[in-house]
């Protein structure tokens, strides 16, 4: 049975609980770590607003190889920083050990209350943190978890999920799901980079590359620099929102990187703290040498988590060597130096675009997790559906998809974002 239990001064929904709910089915577990009977074995779930309480079970779980760097504690609560999220964080726990966490936040759209996973917006893979060691877990009791945000909540979608990912099934596959408008695309590293390139016609990259370098010879050359200050990360990141606002004003496109909360997130980011194997946001650039005076033609942002890499967003100086491709010389020198360091996977991140499918020999479908919680919810969620099927098409018109980013742009010059709004990278 489901009862509510209020935190003590009063914050709404700091603790429920799905009590004498047996997990069935689960094959006993002695290892230390998750100890689970088909006896005994009992789901209780509660509910948070707060990361702080769960941060050392938190980065014990995001250690998981499987586990996405945008679940990460760092990622999380440097969004909700820079957003004042409101949070749901739904933590569900087998004989008192946790078995998994699901960082929501609830936002508004227009009347409706939605809740989601914590900087939806500009994530790339969405997969909650489960335990190694968590047994399946009933996918009615998944449905009752989240039915407990009700008071919260209308409708939770919960986005950008593989239902297979590296290997294994999501533990969220069996809720209902409807296929994203976007896939992401991936570049598996290999032994080593002439391997790693020959997946994408290693001929071809390596005639690029020699064209590019030729180019931006004749400019005074280049260096690939990768900042190691926080004023540098700090001068290069709002370098990159000036370039890429430059970029989607001449596209006639809508700027996802425009509002105020957007940029202090990622500035959050470059300052987390950093290990080879991972960090938050790593800044790269290219910057011309000699006669150009240091001008910074290409920049991209990665995250890296164990021996995933994700791209987050990229941009190019447009008046300056344009015609040299110093975007794909970057991605060629990055990939280059990635390949022998543990990293396994190189990640451009969701959403269709022409460089994307030329780089990548992997293609990942992603799910949007779609659970209404009341009578609102549940037209919402038909919306929702609608919205992304009519997107899907869109996509597969060139010429209106053109037009309708051509009118967001619009809409969006004329009325600037606000922490509540909800562009992400691809939509």
Request: aromatic share 6%; glycine share 8%; proline share 5%.
């Amino acid at each position: 049975m489901l009862t509510l239990r209020p935190e003590p001064t009063g914050t709404l929904l700091q603790h429920s609980a799905i009590s004498g709910r047996r997990v069935r089915g689960v094959r006993a577990a002695t290892h230390d770590g998750l100890e689970t009977d088909p006896a005994t074995g009992l789901l209780t779930i509660t509910v948070h607003v707060s990361l702080a309480s769960l941060e050392s079970e938190w980065r014990a779980l995001e250690q998981r190889e499987e586990t996405s760097l945008h679940q990460s504690f760092d990622w999380c609560a440097a969004w909700a920083k820079a957003h004042g999220s409101k949070l749901a964080i739904i933590r569900g726990r087998i004989d008192r050990r946790t078995a998994f966490l699901l960082p929501l936040e609830i936002v508004r759209r227009g009347p409706f209350r939605l809740a989601r996973f914590i900087g939806s917006p500009h994530s790339n893979l969405n997969t909650g943190l489960f335990a190694a060691d968590c047994p399946p877990i009933p996918n009615a009791l998944l449905v009752e978890a989240l039915v407990k945000l009700h008071r919260l909540a209308d409708l939770v979608v919960l986005e950008k999920v593989a239902l297979d990912w590296r290997g294994q099934r999501s533990p969220l596959a069996d809720l209902p799901t409807l296929l994203n408008q976007n896939a992401s695309y991936q570049l598996p590293l290999l032994s080593d980079f002439e391997a790693t390139l020959a997946q994408v016609n290693a001929k071809r990259r390596r005639k690029k590359f020699r064209v590019s370098e030729k180019r931006l010879e004749a400019l005074g050359g280049y260096e690939h620099v990768i900042p190691e200050t926080d004023a540098g990360r700090a001068a290069l990141l709002d370098l990159f929102f000036e370039q890429k606002a430059i970029r989607f004003k001449a596209l006639g496109l809508p700027n996802v990187f425009k509002d105020a909360a957007t940029q202090r997130f990622f500035h959050e980011l470059v300052k987390k703290r950093t290990e080879p194997n991972s960090y938050a946001l790593q800044l790269h650039a290219i910057r011309l040498t000699n006669a150009q005076d240091g001008r910074i033609v290409a920049i991209a942002g990665l995250s890296r988590k164990g021996g995933h890499v994700i791209c987050q967003f990229g941009s190019i100086d447009e008046t300056l060597a344009a015609d040299a491709s110093p975007g794909e010389l970057l991605f060629y020198r990055m990939i280059h130096d990635l390949v022998g360091t543990g990293a396994a996977l190189f990640d451009f991140g969701i959403g269709d675009q022409q460089y994307k499918r030329s780089w990548c020999s992997v293609t990942t479908p992603q799910h949007d997790i779609v659970v209404p919680l009341t009578v609102s919810g549940r037209l919402m969620a038909g919306l929702h559906r609608a919205k992304v099927l009519a997107k899907t098409a869109i996509k597969g018109n060139r010429r209106l998809y053109a037009a309708i980013q051509k009118l967001r742009s619009r809409g969006q010059a004329e009325k600037a974002p606000g922490p509540g709004n909800d562009d992400g990278p691809e939509s």
